[in-house]
T-cell receptor, first 114, second 111 residues
Framework: AQSVTQPDIHITVSEGASLELRCNYS??????LFWYVQSPGQGLQLLLK??????LVQGIKGFEAEFKRSQSSFNLRKPSVHWSDAAEYFC????????????FGQGTELSVKP | DSGVTQTPKHLITATGQRVTLRCSPR?????VYWYQQSLDQGLQFLIQ???????AKGNILERFSAQQFPDLHSELNLSSLELGDSALYFC??????????FGPGTRLTVL
């Protein structure tokens, strides 16, 4: 079955430190992969996406993610975290053989220490 | 601002009632998706419409229905509401079946 796993429910990092949020997926075909961010009381904002091509993709707000087919992973990274990055982050796979619905992971809540 | 609008922002109602959530997609987008976000189930796909036609169905209850109108806006109808239907309901739109852009959501509280 298609699924997305985000192993870390909650992560705390210090401001200025680097960040890596993990995402593993299970999908039969070549996946379309996404990272979204949700601030408290807000909707989902697209950070970045991978459809094909270069496996290292750049997104907004200084985020990047690397697609590793051999590991079925699409981890999100940022070299230096800002306090405003505190939010919940969702990884998703696009099930394009099923009309295009997104299958989401459970999310990782990021807290940033001053 | 994603360009997707949803109304109302908040909705408080009682068990057994019926409500309608409205979504206007981004200009030019033909696909509309509905998702439910709850603490216990996370983000779950409900249903997708493409240019007025139902394209895919997910974990949508029989008490829930949706439609997409000729002007491409969509409505999600929830009836015989139960306490467990309390959740955040998101609409997303895309051009075809690619990147989905999400609206701000409607928070439904069933008392």
């Amino acid at each position: 079955a298609q699924s997305v796993t985000q192993p870390d429910i909650h992560i705390t990092v210090s401001e200025g430190a680097s960040l890596e949020l993990r995402c593993n997926y299970s999908y039969g075909a070549t996946p379309y992969l996404f990272w979204y961010v949700q601030s408290p009381g807000q909707g989902l904002q697209l950070l970045l996406k991978y459809f094909s091509g270069d496996t290292l993709v750049q997104g907004i707000k200084g985020f990047e993610a690397e697609f590793k087919r051999s590991q079925s992973s699409f981890n999100l990274r940022k070299p230096s975290v800002h306090w405003s990055d505190a939010a919940e982050y969702f990884c998703a796979v696009g099930a394009y053989n099923q009309g295009g619905k997104l299958i989401f992971g459970q999310g990782t809540e990021l807290s940033v220490k001053p | 601002d994603s360009g997707v609008t949803q109304t109302p922002k908040h909705l408080i109602t009682a068990t057994g009632q019926r409500v309608t959530l409205r979504c206007s997609p981004r200009s030019g987008d033909l696909s509309v998706y509905w998702y439910q976000q709850s603490l216990d189930q996370g983000l779950q796909f409900l249903i997708q419409y493409y240019n007025g036609e139902e394209r895919a169905k997910g974990n949508i209850l029989e008490r829930f229905s949706a439609q997409q109108f000729p002007d491409l806006h969509s409505e999600l109808n929830l009836s015989s509401l139960e306490l467990g239907d309390s959740a955040l309901y998101f609409c997303a739109s895309s051009t075809r079946t690619d990147t989905q852009y999400f609206g701000p959501g409607t928070r439904l509280t069933v008392l």
